[in-house]
Each structure stands twice: as C-alpha cells, then as structure tokens.
C-alpha cells in the first residue's frame, strides 16, 4: 500500500501534540515573554496556529480578523466576608464560574471591536500568570465577506448582531443540528403511526 504524505497543517499541529512539546516550549518561551509585555488585546497580522484557525473558519481575506486576548489564571476565589460564620458557609472556595475563559476572550475582544462580529476563538498559550487565546472576528460590512457562503450565518438579515453577547455561539448550533437529525425522524415516524 502506498504511503500517503501529509498535508502542512498536520506538521503544524504536531506542535501542540506531545510529539513536537519538547521543542515547542523553548520556542514559546522567548514568545510569551514579549506576548506579556504587550497589551491584553492585540489584533495580529496572521493567526499563531494556523491549522486550527483554518478549521474554525479564518480565511486569509479582507474583512476577517485575528485578535490575541490575554486573560489572568487562577481560582475564581471571592473576597473572604468580614462578618463571623463557620468557614463553610464563607463562600469563597469552591466556586466556580459559568462562562468559560474562552468565552471571556471573545467578549473581551467583542468589546474592545465594537464593529466585528466574532466567528470562533481557540486556546494559544499558557503561562505562570496568563492565558492566552486568538478570536476570529469578521467585518459583515465588507463585500468579500457577505459574498462569502461560510459567513452567511452571522452576516444574514435575519441573524442578530452583537450573537457572541447574547452567547449565539458554535455549540448552540451544533446542538440544534444534532437535534434536528436525531428528534425530527423520530417525530415523524411518531406521526405516520
């Protein structure tokens, strides 16, 4: 059997795989010391890992967007109340937050570019202190991007703007199209009984 090559996104994902971790950590280091001293929501020329951006929707084009979103680590520990109760009602460990630091990054980029609308996001980097994540945002103004058939679903007439506030995000999709083909079939078997 022949053996097939491999395409350049697969050697570029072999850097976030435990196969290129020994490498890729030197490399990253004199990275994220120059991505910490940089403000914490840059837009950037090209996306750091291609191949996972390519997936969740960039394209090299006019009007798309790729911004680097710098968000601190640690607990989400509250502040210890100064009134007296037994440590287990204090409220303060334990806790933990309902939106996931990757959702954080894509508000936080939605903000700071009031006129994009954001596609998709993926984790970057870690370091002691920070995370760091690159969000895919378009602008639904440009003519390249209504033309385009992958961006139809967030620049339509009828699609709200502002989705990644009121959180229209990726999941949500997936899970209404699972839905529709597992429970419609079902439904109209239902019917035909």
């Given at each position: 059997m022949k053996a097939v090559a491999r395409s350049a996104y697969t050697y570029m994902a072999m850097w976030y795989r435990r196969i290129g971790r020994e490498v890729h950590e030197r490399l990253m280091r004199k990275i994220l010391i120059e991505w910490r001293r940089a403000p914490s929501i840059v837009r950037v020329e090209r996306p750091f890992r291609l191949e996972r951006a390519r997936k969740l929707?960039?394209?090299p084009k006019q009007g798309v967007v790729v911004a680097r979103v710098r968000i601190m680590r640690g607990?989400?520990?509250?502040?210890?109340?100064?009134?007296?109760?037994?440590p287990k009602r204090m409220g303060v460990y334990g806790i933990t937050a309902w939106k996931s630091w990757r959702q954080v990054a894509e508000e936080r980029a939605a903000r700071k570019f009031p006129g994009l609308?954001?596609?998709n996001s993926y984790w970057v980097a870690d370091d002691g202190v920070y995370r760091y994540f690159e969000v895919i945002l378009i602008d639904c103004n440009q003519p390249t991007i209504r033309g385009d058939p992958l961006y139809s679903g967030i620049c339509g007439k009828?699609?709200?703007?502002r989705r990644i506030m009121r959180r229209l995000?990726?999941?949500?999709?997936?899970?209404?199209?699972?839905?529709?083909?597992?429970?419609?079939?079902?439904?109209?078997q239902g019917e035909g009984q």
């Open positions: 929707g960039y394209k607990p989400f520990n509250r502040r210890r109340p100064d009134s007296g109760r037994r609308e954001v596609v009828e699609v709200p703007r995000r990726e999941r949500q999709k997936k899970t209404i199209e699972y839905l529709k083909k597992t429970l419609l079939p079902k439904l109209k």
